[in-house]
């Protein structure tokens, strides 16, 4: 599920010149098109492999290979020669798919699958056939067509229409193991197998049930990490913190390309250390790093937003705990609020990881290319 959000974050470098809602960029290369942008619409024939990322994202024409759509309305009316990876708020996956499916949104209706499928969302309809398994997890979740394989289910509420059929083992996860009825026609009983929702298998980890509940719990659980985290290091070492923060309120510039080039350079060597046997034990050690890294980077950034908001208003700089505190939690808060923003959320994120590392190098190691400009 994840490749998909992975591909979404690329997609920003080429939405990020647009100026309008309704503009949109498109790359053609080695067969593949790539689109992104506000409205956007494919059309075009004899494409391999498909990148679209947007408000409101449709694939009209047939691909000879994968789908990688993501936008809060997504909808892929072609057919799909390969993969399909589907991720918004309202999702249609209506062309057929050659491979296998893997979709996640509110709503989500997915037609025919030759593969297998993984779908997870609060509404679901399956509503073509599926000629391989299915792991679906949902709230309202609604049968319409045939399942070849075994089924993998969670929800609260399950509907099957008349051609609703399962060819192989039905396992359903239930807080009440036996409450969700299953006509016969559907599967038989001896091929049902109940068991509570807590023991969902680590194979459909990934497939949660959404709920804008959740939703915003999680959204409040990482403010408050990064608030607590900002806030403790700003108790415990507030002068090289305020030096950081300074210097990313005045020279974010030079923080952004010292970050970008820092970051790029132990990524880079970890694809350097995979080319050789005794790298490929340090590798590891150096993708840690650089995840390590953009973690602190984002979190003394947004505390250095959130000092820079308390400046703006007319307060003066933090110098107790209480203050830093408040500067903490302000950051994060708004860093968490723009970062919601569809696509350009993500961008903004990116970059202000890479300026907190930035800050940190600097301070650290003091480049004297840098340290003078």
């Given amino acids: 599920m994840g490749r ?22 498109r790359l053609d290369f080695g067969g593949d098109s790539f689109l992104a942008g506000g409205t956007v619409v494919f059309d075009a024939d004899g494409v391999d492999d498909l990148f679209m990322a947007g408000e409101t994202v449709r694939g009209k024409r047939a691909i000879a290979g994968s789908a990688h759509l993501a936008g809060r309305k997504v909808s892929m009316t072609g057919a799909v020669g390969g993969d399909a990876y589907l991720a918004g708020m ?8 050659a491979g296998d499916a893997t979709l996640a949104g509110y709503t989500v209706r997915v037609g025919e699958v030759a593969g297998d499928l993984r779908v997870s969302g609060a509404n679901l309809v399956l509503a073509g056939p599926v000629a391989g398994y299915a792991l679906v997890a949902g709230d309202e ?7 070849a394989g075994d089924v993998s289910l969670t929800a609260r509420e399950v509907t ?22 299953v006509p016969a026609r559907v599967v038989p009983e001896d091929r049902i197998e109940r068991r509570k929702a807590s023991e969902w298998s680590e194979a459909t980890q990934d497939l949660e049930v959404w709920s804008i509940q959740r939703a915003f719990g999680r959204f409040l659980i990482g403010i408050v990490i990064v608030a607590a985290i900002a806030a403790a290091i700003a108790a415990v070492i507030p002068e090289k913190l305020a030096d950081l923060r300074r210097a ?9 390309l010292v970050g970008f080039l820092a970051q790029s350079a132990v990524i880079g060597s970890t694809v350097i250390l995979m080319l050789t046997i005794v790298g490929l034990l340090l590798a590891p050690a150096a993708v840690l790093v650089a995840l390590v890294a953009a973690f602190a ?10 000092v820079g908001l ?17 500067a903490a939690g302000t950051g994060a808060l708004a860093v968490g609020i723009v970062a919601l923003i569809p696509f350009l959320g993500w961008l903004f994120v990116l970059a202000l990881a890479l300026t907190g590392i930035g ?3 600097v301070k650290v190691f003091r480049p004297g290319l840098f340290a003078a400009a």
Avoid: C, H, N
Avoid at 90 to 97: F, I, T
Avoid at 248 to 256: G, K, M
């Fill in 4 to 25: 998909i959000f992975l591909m979404a974050a690329v997609f920003l470098f080429l939405a990020a010149p647009l100026g309008a809602q309704e503009k949109k960029e």
């Fill in 90 to 97: 309202d999702v249609a996956l209506e062309g057929r798919v």
């Fill in 141 to 147: 979740v609604a049968f319409e067509s045939t399942i």
């Fill in 160 to 181: 099957f229409a008349d051609g609703a059929r399962i060819g192989g083992k039905l396992t359903l996860y239930e807080e009440k193991p036996g409450a969700l009825e």
């Fill in 248 to 256: 990313i309120l005045q020279r974010p510039w030079r923080s952004l």
């Fill in 297 to 306: 980077g984002y979190v003394v950034a947004a505390y250095a937003v959130g």
């Fill in 310 to 326: 308390l400046l703006l208003i007319g307060r003066p700089e933090p110098d107790s705990i209480a203050t830093r505190a408040l």
């Fill in 359 to 361: 800050a940190i190098v």
